[in-house]
């Protein structure tokens, strides 16, 4: 089998509401996406849930979760325009910095930079993610 025809993780999520939903923007840009472990069995004890695609697709697949456009007006209740500014621009620094340390893009080396990175989006961290941008 080709490499590109693998099926790798694209990331792995505490729920499959999550999952589910990423999945959901991967395949709105036209790429096939799949959730594994969403099932009651991995909810009872606790694995994580994991949004699959070819190997061949995780660069478009990262820019289309986490590179695209937003528009505020879908989060102005949610939001103040400060908030939603900082959420795009972390969205941008982490796509950029995803396709340098993706453990499947970088190679295993890069699994503690990746988990870095995942850190500083939660916290919506934008100096650190651009700290880790330039350190790579």
């Not at 102005?76 to 795009?88: I, K, P, T, V, Y």
């Not at 870095?116 to 790579?136: C, G």
Request: with cysteine.
């Amino acid at each position: 089998m080709d490499d590109d025809q693998k099926l790798i993780v694209f990331d792995k999520y505490k729920n499959a509401v999550d999952a589910n939903i990423v999945k959901g923007a991967i395949e709105a840009s036209g790429i096939p996406a799949g959730v594994i472990g969403d099932s009651t069995a991995n909810a009872v004890w606790m694995a994580p849930v994991m949004v699959v695609v070819f190997r061949r697709d995780l660069e478009a697949a990262i820019e289309a979760v986490y590179g695209g456009e937003m528009n505020y007006e879908e989060y102005r209740e949610e939001m103040s325009q400060e908030q939603f500014d900082n959420l795009q621009a972390c969205n941008k620094a982490f796509s950029q910095l995803l396709l340098k340390v993706h453990p499947e893009l970088g190679g295993k080396q890069c699994a503690p930079l990746f988990s870095q990175a995942k850190d500083a989006m939660d916290r919506l961290d934008l100096e650190a993610l651009n700290r880790l941008n330039a350190s790579v």
